[in-house]
């Protein structure tokens, strides 16, 4: 079988579960203006909520998923109350914000490994479980098709909400000026608020669709935190469409840079990719 066909399918995948984390972390930092660290974590909060839910107590797998997606909103929402509201009254610098928001991330890390341990766990019902497509000589999995579709529809749908609602414009003047937005008469607490939710629950899908593609660890959110703010950087952070742009460069740069090379080169690429457009196009390839 020629592998031409299943790399472009392998970057396609992977571009799709970067954009997942992505569209999340741009949502968030477009209206904060901070480098939301904890959003990682997240991910591995959703993927543990199913496992817990229908793997442990045997619950649908579908009001499980549901539950997962809800509990990691929740969750992002409850920080921003709890943590980030209270921070940015007291006008802390987004340095502080990003430094809080990594104390919140290995918290959440370490209670999930208190409570799950460190095992590696699977969301699948094991192998041959899932139905396998073959494209143009290639092989997709039903899970990975599902995450190229959730991807993309998750980034139409936001895109409709910014265009179309009144929240949406609404969170576009606070990315403009927060303070000017709280002149006009927008609740900007309230609507930073939904944002986290929506955000948060975004990383929680990601997190979910994982788990059932490759599986859950309570590290699972780093390297998912860190491939997401490569790709929104490199595509223009804040910018919906940079970062969907910058998921499946980084996704197919990857996946064809390591054809020759080990995988473990995987993310000494992701990172050289990174620093080249740090120094020579630091706006990422669309600005905000």
Do not use: C
């Amino acid at each position: 079988m020629d592998i031409l066909p299943q790399l472009i399918l392998n970057s396609i995948i992977a571009g799709a579960i970067y954009t997942l984390i992505a569209l999340g972390f741009n949502l968030i930092y477009g209206a904060t203006k901070f480098f939301n660290l904890a959003h990682g974590v997240l991910a591995a909060v959703g993927g543990y909520a199913v496992f817990f839910f229908a793997k442990t107590l045997g619950w649908d797998i579908y009001l499980s998923v549901a539950l997962g997606i809800l509990l990691a909103g929740l969750i992002g929402l409850g920080l921003d109350k709890l943590i980030y509201r209270p921070l940015r009254k007291k006008k802390a610098s987004n340095m502080i914000l990003m430094i809080a928001s990594l104390g919140v991330f290995t918290a959440l890390q370490a209670i999930i490994a208190i409570l799950f341990t460190s095992q590696f766990q699977t969301l699948s019902r094991g192998a041959g479980s899932q139905k396998i497509y073959e494209i143009a000589g290639g092989v997709i999995t039903q899970t990975q098709l599902l995450i190229l579709i959730s991807g993309l529809a998750i980034m139409a749908g936001l895109i409709l909400l910014f265009k179309y609602t009144l929240f949406g414009k609404a969170v576009k003047a606070i990315s403009d000026d927060e303070e000017v937005a709280k002149i006009v008469g927008i609740n900007t607490n309230k609507i930073i608020g939904y944002v986290f939710f929506i955000g948060s629950a975004i990383a929680g899908w990601a997190g979910i669709l994982v788990g059932f593609d490759t599986g859950i660890e309570p590290t699972m959110g780093m390297s998912l935190l860190l491939k997401g703010v490569i790709a929104s950087i490199i595509g223009g952070v804040g910018n919906i469409y940079g970062g969907v742009l910058g998921a499946f460069l980084l996704g197919f740069v990857e996946n064809f840079g390591i054809w020759k090379i080990s995988g473990e080169w995987k993310d000494a690429i992701a990172f050289a990719v990174l620093i080249l457009f740090l120094l020579f196009r630091p706006n990422g390839i669309l600005r905000k």
